[in-house]
């Protein structure tokens, strides 16, 4: 493919969103190379907005697929049956998707059966367990199986999809763009009406969602939790909670009626960024909050039994801890009352790239 090329990019989540959008904000400043067509599934509609309206993209289309309730075979059947119509009229040069979502892996199945190519940002991570995380390992694995451009954020995950027997020349490292999302929301001069009210304490941030922790898993984790705030003084705790009514099923019974717990609202891109930069101490079960972790340095216990981002703990910033109260507990008591152990946790290298990833994926887009 010579010349100008036509990039589509597809995403339906908030955390897609997040990673995307600084790769589209790096395209649509490069007219002269790319012509980019932007779709949203709506996966996760109510928090994909507000993402899009602070990096000020507007959607070329929107599939508007959420529905309440919606099972993966549900977002599944919307995405093939939507987003086909969509390619058959636009015919662009390449796909562009991200991660693992449900999104993801059906965007690109849609994109293989008109033989479009695609790039997978945030290629070759791996647990190599499809029970964890359910069901995202499966979708990164089956978006591996159908791509051509594989943009890898670590040397680690790169080396995965090599063992893969990938073609070496489509496997390039270029950094997460997470980090050029931070880059672009962290500010010095920064205040919240939850930031005052935690003021003067040791500020824990919690984030819980994951579907193989819904149900007693979870139940462990929100009471490990409240154990941590009733025995630290010091400590008091947020949650921006989930929309899933599962979870805040969950969270409302274990965490709801604790003076020093706040269960909040979701927050923006903008303000959640500038929350962790601002915590002591991070404990979720997500997976991108790994590497935002690593790059505000806040030491994070991780409440999962699997990681695809080993990077992180070999850096010595994320702990993994799994779901057992106990557990969680401990590692959180030793992290607050050793602060010898608290500076060597966020003193290791970032090893998640260097905030430009989005330049590097545009640059070899403009060459393939």
Not at 187 to 212: C, K, M, N, Q, V
Not at 251 to 258: K, N, P, R, T, V
Request: hydrophobic share 40%; proline share 6%.
């Amino acid at each position: 493919m010579a010349g100008r090329k036509k990039i589509m990019m597809v995403f339906g989540t908030r955390p897609e969103a997040i990673k995307m959008a600084p790769l589209v904000l790096e395209c649509l400043a490069r007219p002269e190379q790319f012509d980019l067509v932007v779709c949203v599934s709506g996966q996760h509609a109510h928090m994909l907005a507000p993402v899009m309206e602070y990096f000020g993209i507007v959607p070329d289309y929107d599939l508007a697929i959420m529905k309440d309730e919606q099972t993966l075979t549900d977002v599944t059947v919307a995405v093939l049956g939507e987003l086909g119509p969509v390619l058959d009229k636009e015919k662009p040069d390449v796909l562009l998707v991200h991660g693992d979502t449900t999104t993801t892996f059906a965007a690109t199945l849609a994109a293989f059966y008109r033989q479009i190519p695609v790039g997978h940002v945030e290629a070759g991570l791996r647990t190599y367990n499809m029970d964890s995380p359910y069901p995202e390992e499966f979708n990164r694995q089956a978006t591996g199986l159908l791509t051509r451009y594989h943009f890898a954020p670590t040397q680690w995950a790169a080396q995965n999809l090599l063992d893969e027997k990938k073609d070496p020349a489509r496997v390039f490292v270029a950094g997460n763009t997470v980090l050029d999302a931070i880059r672009m929301t962290i500010r010095d001069a920064y205040s919240h009406p939850e930031l005052d009210w935690a003021a003067g304490s040791s500020l824990i941030l919690i984030t819980a969602h994951r579907r193989e922790n819904l149900g007693e898993p979870m139940a462990r984790m929100f009471s490990a939790i409240r154990r941590i705030v009733d025995d630290h003084p010091e400590t008091k705790a947020i949650y921006p909670i989930h929309m899933n009514p599962k979870v805040r099923r969950i969270a409302d019974e274990y965490l709801s009626g604790h003076e020093r717990i706040r269960l909040i609202e979701p927050l923006d891109v903008f303000d959640f960024h500038n929350f962790m930069s601002r915590c002591h101490l991070i404990l979720t079960d997500s997976g991108g909050i790994q590497e935002e972790a690593a790059a505000v340095r806040k030491p994070t216990l991780l409440l999962r039994d699997t990681t695809e981002r080993p990077e992180g703990i070999e850096a010595g910033i994320i702990r993994m801890v799994g779901t057992a109260e106990d557990a969680i507990y401990d590692a959180a008591t030793q992290i607050l009352r050793d602060p010898a152990l608290y500076q060597k946790m966020i003193s290791g290298p970032n090893p998640f790239g260097d905030g430009y990833a989005s330049r590097q994926i545009a640059d070899i887009l403009a060459k393939e």
